[in-house]
């Protein structure tokens, strides 16, 4: 596998709006795009930083994943994000490592990316997600 670029870094808020105003008006950094990604009761958004990105994610729902990690974590870094030529075989490749992995098959995530994340326990605490955008 080879990893090519820190493709964006997830963080959890409560609101959304709220905190891309923080990026626009304190940062200078401008949102290009929200959307909502049904299945994972998210609204989320991509702010380009130079060649990577800062995806906002807000929950939809009380029962979805990051209302349950800003439950219990609080708000803040929730994923890192690395981009691979080829998710199927990063995939493979992690499992025949012994990796332990939330997603077995690559799912379609945010801005048309096929994502797939790597389970906490196997990574020291950090929720890794395996990205491929064409
Ligand atoms: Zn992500």
Redesign the pocket.
């Given at each position: 596998m080879k990893v090519k670029k820190v493709?964006?870094i997830?963080i959890a808020v409560k609101n959304l709006d709220e905190t891309m105003k923080f990026y626009a008006d304190a940062l200078g950094l401008k949102t290009v795009a929200t959307e909502v990604v049904e299945d994972q009761k998210v609204r989320?958004a991509f702010i380009p930083v130079g060649d990577s990105e800062v995806?906002l994610?807000e929950s939809t729902s009380p029962d979805g994943p990051v209302a349950k990690f800003i439950e219990s974590r609080g708000e803040g870094l929730q994923?890192i994000?690395f981009r691979v030529d080829n998710i199927e075989e990063a995939l493979q490749e992690l499992k025949s490592k012994g990796i332990r992995l939330i997603d077995e098959k690559p799912r379609k995530?945010?801005g048309g990316a096929m994502?797939a994340f790597v389970h906490p326990k196997a990574t020291n605490g950090v929720l890794v997600?395996i990205?491929q955008r064409d």
């Open positions: 493709d964006h997830g989320i995806e994610i994923h994000a995530g945010g994502i997600e990205t």
